[in-house]
């Protein structure tokens, strides 16, 4: 370990042996480096010739108060087994976030299981991140179709609505239009679309089946996106219907939205919820971030607050916001709020519910109704990321 490190971006060579080297870090292969060669851009360290690190970063807007701000998710990344120890992660980390930001990207999106890692480096979870279980009887005896129409494939309405309804929470992708090919092919995804006669398409569901090991098959739903209760209620109606082949719908780890149509429709509450790690968010330009994200047309205010900065240090703002928008002008006046890095991301992402929940998380202020106010300013909507990287 004595040679220097280089870090790069990956030319053909390079990305080859990373491949290798995600494969017998992570136990097994990982597809996505070969089915997102063409659009991510790959980062490696490099020692006496030899890749020892990496990571992929896509450049994709994610929505935020109903705007798409850009942000740089980054995926499958590791660190040779022998190299471990030495805080290349973190060096890594800053090289694949560089040439992003340098795109455009004014926040980041991270999904992983080393949560403590991510938290040193300014990440923080916004919310909790569940899979859902329930025994297909149930949802055959609790729900029901009415009048909707499901049909079979994905279409371009399907996808406008899919658009549409990801304005509506705090963290989903705007996905790009080779977003749907990647998902297609790596996961070998049904997709059925719901619709009333003669009205326009108001859910989309995506799923997967495999052969079960002893009986039928197992299905795990990828997409649930209803426009309103009903389409929802005739989503989980149709997943009823495969009572015959699969006994339990899985919902894949944030795939289920966060509101209440499963549970408050079940005559018999015997559903299975498990945490998995969650996704995190971290800004890398406070007033960029603030600046394109949406925020309420009935709110205006003028609050001072101090942010922790990217090198530790505190930052003074006047946070502005009014008829929608919203900008941050360096201050000397005394903050009245007082964020962390993480505390700030949670904020950003409509994760503080309450000024109670926001004081229990740390967030210091001087006055409860200046706190009321700012978490009323980006709780329009709730946070969920329903998108895998």
């Known amino acids: 370990m004595n040679q220097p490190l280089i870090f790069t971006p990956a030319d053909d060579n390079l990305w080859e042996q990373y491949d290798k080297l995600a494969a017998r870090a992570y136990g097994h292969p990982i597809g996505d480096i070969t089915h997102l060669r063409e659009h991510a851009d790959l980062r490696v360290a490099v020692r006496a010739g030899r890749v020892v690190a990496g990571g992929l970063g896509l450049l994709v807007e994610q929505f935020f108060g109903g705007a798409p701000v850009p942000s740089a998710c980054l995926g499958d990344g590791c660190v040779a087994p022998e190299e471990r120890g030495d805080h290349l992660a973190t060096d890594m980390t800053a090289a694949r976030l560089h040439p992003l930001t340098e795109r455009g990207a004014v926040i980041s999106a991270i999904t992983t299981s080393s949560t403590g890692y991510a938290r040193r480096l300014g990440w923080e979870a ?15 005896r609790s729900f029901t179709g009415e009048d909707f ?3 079979h494939g994905l279409t371009d309405e399907a996808e406008a609505l899919q658009h549409q309804l990801a304005r509506q929470w705090n963290g989903p992708m705007h996905r790009p239009a080779w977003w749907t090919r990647w998902k297609q092919e790596k996961s070998n995804l049904t997709t059925y679309r719901f619709s009333r006669p003669g009205h326009p398409i108001s859910g989309l569901l995506s799923l997967t089946t495999a052969r079960h090991d002893r009986h039928g098959m197992s299905l795990t739903v990828h997409d649930f996106w209803a426009a309103d209760q009903p389409a929802a209620a005739a989503m989980l109606a149709f997943l009823g219907r495969h009572n015959t082949r699969a006994r339990t719908i899985t919902f894949r780890r944030g795939a289920l939205p966060p509101y209440p149509t499963l549970l408050h429709g079940l005559r018999h509450h015997r559903t299975t919820a498990e945490a998995w790690h969650p ?19 009935d709110l205006t205010t003028a609050v001072p607050i101090e942010t922790e900065n990217e090198t530790g240090g505190k930052d003074r703002w006047m946070l502005q916001i009014k008829a929608g928008a ?18 700030l991301a949670v904020w950003y992402a409509g994760g503080y519910r309450s000024t109670t929940s926001a004081r229990m998380a740390g967030v210091h202020a001087l006055s409860e109704d ?9 709780a329009q909507f709730e946070p969920w990321l329903p998108d895998h990287f």
């Open 370 to 378: 200046t706190l009321a106010a700012l978490v009323r300013s980006t």
């Open 279 to 297: 996704w995190m968010l971290r800004i890398l330009n406070i007033p960029e971030a603030i600046r394109l994200r949406g925020w309420p047309t």
């Open 326 to 343: 919203a900008e941050t002008i360096p201050t000397n006046a005394e903050p009245q709020v007082t964020f962390t890095r993480r505390q």
């Open 126 to 140: 916004p919310t909790n991140v569940l899979a859902w279980a329930v025994a297909t009887d149930d949802l055959k």
């Open 149 to 151: 129409e499901v049909e």
